[in-house]
């Protein structure tokens, strides 16, 4: 039955996503940002999608259920306190400046440098992120219904490219109405099962109550920090969140969306961390390499709740993936294609420079397949290079293309640095690019997140603020002199 909710998911979202097309109607500014008219709730559903689709879920649960209930946790909490931030601070002033794409705001701040800049590190980033999600799809159809991981991951790429680059953002939100219905019911109905029928017992050191997972750094403390301060202030800077706010019909909605996608965040998702604790004893030693979640729906939870789950982390999933894609398609037509210059349809440029991003997120999948990881990654290089530069400059008067340059430049260094020395990434081992040595070891792993940061922060606010006092002295002129009243300042003796 489960195969068929998959089946039917799929079939049913494409369906959608074609239907979405007639809402286009041949803008880019429809295809984009949906003609800038979507109400509160749907902005809040297709922000909140980012959590629940199977890269943050079953990632969050695999996590809860190897390292404890903190660690599975820190990823919906470090979600929800960036929609809080947004919607406190970014979402109002983003959205009056209706942009397109992130690259778009840079390059009105730092200029033509901070564009290109930023839109290298958030497509090459989001490539990651898209991969992360295409893992969990390629798990869950390999699990539910047979069809080998990568032959998984290559179909569910096609078929999203083929909604998406007829719909556009229409087609997220065709696929988020669809979300919105089962993810509530689903969700809810797996936590209620857990608590009601098997029960909450958490293995010796995961529980909830065992707080040594945020205190001691031997139980995971500085990685579960890490994550929650990474996905926290990265997803800020995050190319589909940016452009979904930039959707919303007014800049209250998007400030009003942002909330309320913190406070369902919070209630939908963080206690699938217990339930993923919970399960990990009721499976005991399982020799099967499915994440844990797909596990419990197989083997524990009744089937109709199962195949809820299914259809709501499926059709998350395909959302966020999409909007990935919108995302990166708007920014390779923005900044690297002159659309002007070589003569070419603006909305037939977005739609197929989705595909190669299409192709490094399968790249990436094929090479990485763990879930939950990739998503912390992503946000963590974007923390060490413009998350500090993009906050400061919509706050303060501190703007510098210099200090953007070196800041990203030192930061992202420092990460980059340490990821490759490091032997494994949030606790996970290191399978996507480690070299071998013997001075860096695990005990690093987290700190570096905060440390890349921190040194992103102190190199941009000092070259900028010298690069304002420089300005400032350029700008202010001389006082003039008036020579009509003698300078007194020296005393000049009397001819004899």
Request: with cysteine.
């Amino acid at each position: 039955m489960i195969s068929v909710a998959i089946g039917a998911t799929v079939v049913l979202l494409v369906i959608l996503g074609l239907m979405s097309s007639t809402r286009v109607r041949g803008q880019n500014r429809n295809f984009a940002v949906a003609g800038r008219t979507l109400t509160v709730p749907l902005v809040a559903v297709l922000l909140m999608s980012q959590v629940v689709d199977s890269n943050a879920t079953v990632g969050a649960a695999d996590l809860a259920g190897g390292f404890g209930f903190w660690a599975g946790a820190a990823l919906p909490l470090g979600l929800a306190a960036s929609f809080l931030l947004m919607g406190l601070f970014v979402a109002e002033k983003v959205r009056e400046r209706e942009l397109y794409s992130l690259p778009e705001y840079f390059r009105q701040t730092f200029g033509r440098t901070g564009e290109i800049l930023t839109a290298v590190l958030t497509v090459t980033s989001f490539g990651i992120l898209m991969a992360g999600n295409l893992v969990a799809l390629g798990h869950m159809m390999d699990h539910f219904i047979g069809v080998p991981y990568w032959a998984a991951i290559v179909f569910v790429t096609l078929a999203i490219l083929a909604y998406t680059m007829v719909g556009g953002m229409f087609a997220s939100v065709y696929t988020g109405l669809f979300l919105m219905g089962v993810m509530a019911v689903g969700f809810v109905g797996l936590t209620a099962w857990m608590f009601m029928g098997p029960g909450y017992a958490a293995p010796e050191g995961l529980g909830i109550s065992d707080l040594e997972q945020l205190t001691a750094p031997a139980a995971g403390a500085a990685i579960n920090w890490a994550t929650f301060f990474a996905l926290g202030f990265g997803n800020l800077v995050a190319i589909d969140l940016i452009q979904r706010v930039s959707s919303a019909k007014t800049a209250r909605g998007a400030r009003s969306a942002s909330l309320i996608a913190a406070a369902g965040t919070v209630v939908l998702c963080v206690p699938l961390a217990a339930v993923a604790v919970a399960g990990a004893g009721l499976l005991g030693d399982s020799d099967s390499e499915s994440p844990i979640l797909f596990q419990l729906l197989t083997d524990q939870v009744p089937v109709p709740i199962a195949m809820l789950v299914i259809a709501a982390l499926l059709a998350a999933s395909l959302t966020t993936v999409s909007g990935i894609l919108l995302a990166t398609s708007s920014i390779v037509v923005g900044t690297v294609i002159d659309t002007r210059k070589l003569r070419l349809n603006v909305l037939q440029a977005s739609r197929w420079s989705m595909v190669p991003v299409a192709v490094i997120g399968v790249i990436v999948a094929l090479r990485v397949n763990h879930t939950g990881i990739l998503l912390t990654l992503t946000f963590d290089l974007l923390c060490a290079s413009i998350v500090a530069p993009f906050v400061l400059s919509l706050w303060t008067r501190l703007v510098s293309t210099r200090a953007l340059v070196i800041s990203a430049a030192l930061g992202l260094g420092v990460r980059l640095g340490f990821f490759v020395l490091t032997p494994t990434i949030y606790g996970v081992e290191n399978t996507l690019l480690y070299i071998p040595n013997e001075v860096v070891t695990t005990s690093v792993d987290g700190w570096t997140t905060f440390l890349a940061a921190a040194v992103s922060l102190v190199v941009y606010v000092a070259v900028a603020a010298a690069d304002t006092r420089a300005d400032t002295r350029k700008a202010t002129p001389a006082p003039a002199v008036d020579e009509s009243v003698p300078d007194r300042g020296v005393e000049v003796p009397a001819r004899a």
